[in-house]
């Protein structure tokens, strides 16, 4: 069974960079479409980026593209994401998502919305000065 935990949330000013890391167990990554969402308190459940399985098409919300960077190692059966100028309505839970990729396009595509079968516990990213 596929398992995943996010680590590398914290509390950081506005300007501020984290990288979050999508630690996989059970079964490996590079068949899988893997999505990073988050939720902020009061807030519905948004995408911010994900990377497809086969062609590794990334996908990014337009109000983080150009300062969030999605990728993915293999061996080490992880998936990052790079966050940079960080700012205070990006806080919220983060959560990695994953499903197989061949769902998506059969691997060349991934998409923004939640319907990836399985589901990390989510790691708390705080902006604030």
């Known amino acids: 069974q596929l398992q995943l935990v996010e680590s590398g949330g914290g509390s950081v000013q506005p300007g501020g960079s984290l990288r979050l890391s999508c630690a996989a167990s059970g079964v490996a990554l590079d068949s899988y479409a893997i999505g990073w969402f988050r939720q902020a308190p009061g807030k519905e459940r948004e995408g911010v980026s994900c990377v497809s399985s086969r062609t590794s098409t990334t996908t990014y919300a337009d109000s983080e593209k150009g300062r969030f960077t999605i990728s993915r190692d293999n061996t080490k059966n992880t998936v990052y994401l790079q966050m940079n100028n960080l700012k205070p309505e990006d806080t919220a839970v983060y959560y990695c998502?994953?499903?197989?990729?061949?769902?998506?396009?059969?691997?060349?595509?991934?998409?923004?919305?939640?319907?990836?079968?399985?589901w990390g516990q989510g790691t708390q990213v705080t902006v604030s000065s």
């Open positions: 998502a994953a499903n197989l990729g061949r769902r998506f396009l059969f691997g060349s595509m991934c998409p923004l919305t939640p319907t990836y079968d399985h």
